[in-house]
């Protein structure tokens, strides 16, 4: 019997362990039995379509620059294509930058694509002086207009006109022929070129330093005429730009007199004869394909002259004149080479550089091209051999 109770009492004391203890289970709220949520996904809301993006133009980027007029000009960063105002401008880029250069001002001549690259033959003419279409070259779009200019008075002025007519910057650079090595200084920097702009620079001053180091007597000057036209008896005085390179060579200018305002007037073939100068450069024309060596034959084989000292002599010259004249027409830098070829011919013992040499570096490097001794020999002409 107490057995049994001792079964009893532990039974109902287990039993009571177990209710407690579940109790206990279900008050905490870690233990206790939680549903399992379910969880719907939302809908998603639908994209509104972007809209398409505009593209932006980018901003152009500009700089303030001095020209040699002394005008401050806005420019754009990059220059594309660049309008020539004249013949000189369109050569000091063709020299340097080609490939801006956005056409000629009239359509090369045979002798200009004998040495002109073939890829510009093709370039558009835009005409020069009052002949100069504005209506195309604006249609055309060119970054900027390039124009080498007498810097004087009323050179501002005229660019600045120019710039509202044109809607676009007007570069002005000076026309001298001793600014040369400046202008491409400058030209340099405007089109982001400064090592090729150096090297045309420095060709520049050695010629100009050598020539200007000459030590000529003055009764070893030779007296010159220089000529234009298919008669050669249009000529230019002392102090024009046109005869500027005789001068430079310690030549003395034959038309002494006063003939205008520095261009080129027509003489008589009495006044050839009356100034009687030791030698006689002709130009040729080139708007007829007339070289310099076919107006010296002209010269030479007119009776009427035949008692010029310079026929007597054979100091009849004509002019090297390709891609352009080497003494004028256009009065640019074409002229530097043929500072070279004249000082050689008219005093060969004060120089001791090869022409050759000197003539083979310009081409390549003014005009791009390497010279063959064949086109060596054409340029050259009638002259050839008093060069050397």
Partial sequence: MRNKNR????LFALLLMFVTVTGCASDNPQTAEQPTPTTEKSPEPEKTPEPEKTPVEEETE??????????KVIVPTEIETVFSCNPISAIYLYMLVPDQLLGWNYELNDIEKSIILEKYHSLPSFGMGDSINYETVIAANPTIAFNVSAIRDGTVEDADEL???LGIPVIVVDNKLDAAADVYRFMGELFGVETQAEKLALYAEDTFNDIANMDIPDDEKVTMYYGNGEDSLETAASGSSHTAIIEMVNAVNAAEMDLGDGSRVQISAEQLLAWDPDIIIVNGEPKSNMSGNAAAESIINNPNFATL?????GMVL?????PFSWVDRPPGPNRIIGMRWLSKVIYPDYFDYDLDEEVREFFELFYHVELSDEQLQELYGNVLELAR
Avoid at 7 to 10: D, G, K, T, Y
């Fill in 7 to 10: 079964i009893f009492v532990l």
């Fill in 62 to 71: 500009e700089r303030e620059i001095t020209d040699m007029a002394g005008r």
């Fill in 163 to 165: 710039q509202k007519k």
């Fill in 309 to 313: 000292k310079a026929v007597e002599n």
């Fill in 318 to 322: 004509g002019a090297p004149n390709a």
